[in-house]
Nanobody, 131 residues
Framework: QVQLVESGGGLVQAGGSLRLSCAAS????????MGWFRQAPGKEREFVAA????????YFSDSVKGRFTISRDNAKNTVYLQMNSLKPEDTAVYYC????????????????????????WGQGTQVTVSS
């Protein structure tokens, strides 16, 4: 499988920015889609953003669209989540995840990413947005 380690979380004021990183090891990183999910206290884990294996397609939840950006650097085996215009409701533990299928083809215009698509998960990093 793959090992994932998130970093970059912390405390930020509303309106500020953070960049999360997810370092991958254990398999050929460049051949798998990657995603970010989050879980707030008392809430279900929810999808945030995804990027396909080739890096030419991305998808975002409605709650973060226009504020967050996902990218990947295959040379560094790392995926990033740039978070801008942060709101208190963005407070959550953020998890990085790797697709379970080699070079899986997605049509995210038809079906949005789900937890079931991703088989490996990091330990999570806390993001806290104060008002």
């Amino acid at each position: 499988q793959v090992q994932l380690v998130e970093s970059g979380g912390g405390l930020v004021q509303a309106g500020g920015s953070l960049r999360l990183s997810c370092a991958a090891s254990g398999r050929t990183f460049r051949n798998y889609a990657m995603g970010w999910f989050r879980q707030a206290p008392g809430k279900e884990r929810e999808f945030v953003a995804a990027i396909n294996w080739s890096g030419d397609s991305t998808y975002f939840s409605d709650s973060v669209k226009g504020r967050f950006t996902i990218s990947r650097d295959n040379a560094k085996n790392t995926v990033y989540l740039q978070m801008n215009s942060l709101k208190p409701e963005d407070t959550a533990v953020y998890y990085c995840a790797s697709d379970r299928v080699y070079r899986q083809s997605f049509n995210w215009n038809v079906q949005s990413p789900t937890e079931a698509d991703f088989g490996s998960w990091g330990q999570g990093t806390q993001v806290t947005v104060s008002s």
